[in-house]
């Protein structure tokens, strides 16, 4: 039994609510009806978690100077693993209960009753402040009924504050059809609500070293279709688009208000360091990413259609003429992307070059992958000006080769077009990628100062290796990417690159990761002498 919680007490907790998120990921999914009844809760759930748990994994029990305790590190990397994985509004509203028990626990020296219960009561503030419009009858009261009973139980004791969180969440969870009518109606207890309670419950294993004895919510009822309404009273939008964002506090003011005009649903947190996770139920899908184009950065966009979560709608007639456009540098790179049926335009184009190659296509629908930050708005400008001479074009915000092979890689011309883009939009956010390259002058980076010369790895545009050796450099950043998941490695060798360097880190990992599948080609862009993508 622990007398505070430490940092491997906040390791085993996640490690074990993960667990029993996983043990109920179907059950959560079928109680799922509000705000619509997507069945996707315990999913998203468990993938808001498990990223969670990776950010811990990545950790290699360094503290920073910032004063954070050992636990409170460990929180803090849970809360911004949780929000940079966050699906859904349960995986955005989990996230931000995280993240008010790390900015409440990280410089306490020590977590016992009293600290547990004013923490639960910041996470229930910051629940509450990240939906636009709150909906009692959902996870917000149960985290809320959780926080009211730590304060109400009065003590230093952390099992006595842990165990009564837990039993009146349990109790919230009871209440929740008396609150909403289409739990009552669908005779089942909010999904959100139930995944916190085991986490709750994981909590009160971890502390006290025994299993909490609840009664279980009842199991859901039978029922045929259940409509329910969605968080802003609206069943207009057809889609769910989340997406993560590096922005500023100004800009994301705008684009909240910017999205609230475009549909409801509306969810956008941060972690307090630039990197905001957004969420909003919309129809016009490209207008919701082009306006997190123009706030920042958006980056792993998701989109859900609706109406591919409950009973089969009848299919549109597939349309005809579809095409890609994409922007390469590197010759391989240019015929690797050939190869997949693409039109290919040189690296840096203007918004008329671009315009040029969707016209070229001939087909009605075009999608076009940038490959680069940079051309993301370009991109962006020459979809506007297609859609004026009636071609319809949507960008999926790639910003490297590896990103836009992926998405290729899944393209259906049997799916709808929405629905295609969709699953490269998925495919693309699902890889991530790593740049490696020469110094060309002194620098400050996060990974310390560079100078001419060094080696330097960057991952998703930042600087997390600076080595003296290339083949040393490439195969660590591939050890640190693979450290965080992954199945599939591709390696895009630079026109610089050394003699044999893919087949040294092609045998580097088969050795290290014999799971991991790898495939290599010649990019032959320049500076880059080797690009990674991890899947």
Known sequence: MLETLDAAAVRRWCASGLTALRTHQGEIDDLNVYPVPDGDTGTNLVLTLTSAQQALAMDLGTLPDDGHTPHGHALRLMARGALLGARGNSGVILSQILRGLADTLAAVPAVRGRQLADALADATTAAYAAVARPVEGTLLSVVAAAAHAARRADSDDLRAVARAAAEAAAHALARTPEQLPELAR?????????????????????ITGESPAQPAPAPPARRASVTAVRESGSDAYAYEVQYLLDATDEAVTRLRAELDALGDSLAIVGDGAGTWNVHVHVNDIGAAVEAGVVAGRPHRISVTRFADQGAPAPQ????????????ATGAGIAELFAAEGAVVVPANPSTGELLDAIRATGAARVVVLPNDPNTQS????????????????????????????AALAVRDPKRRFEDDVIAMAEAAGACRYAEVCHAAREALTVAGPARPGDVLA???????????????????????????????????????????????????????????????YEGGQPHYPLLVGVE
Do not use: N, Y
């Open 316 to 327: 549109a007639p597939l349309p005809e003429g579809r095409a890609a456009v994409v922007v």
């Open 378 to 405: 370009v991109a962006s400008a020459a979809a506007k000006e297609a859609h004026g001479l009636g071609v319809k074009v949507s960008v999926v915000p790639t910003r490297s080769p590896v990103q836009a092979l």
């Open 186 to 206: 669908a005779g089942v207890v909010d999904a959100g609500g139930r995944g916190l309670c085991l986490l709750l419950d994981a909590l009160v294993e971890v």
């Open 458 to 520: 960057l991952v998703e545009g930042e600087v997390h290796l600076i080595g003296q050796d290339l083949v040393d450099t490439c195969t660590a950043v591939v050890d640190r990417m693979l450290g965080g998941g992954g199945e599939l490695v591709t390696l895009l060798c630079g026109a610089d690159a050394p003699a044999g360097l893919a087949d040294r880190v092609r045998a580097h990992v088969e050795g290290a990761w014999p799971f991991v599948e790898v495939q290599a």
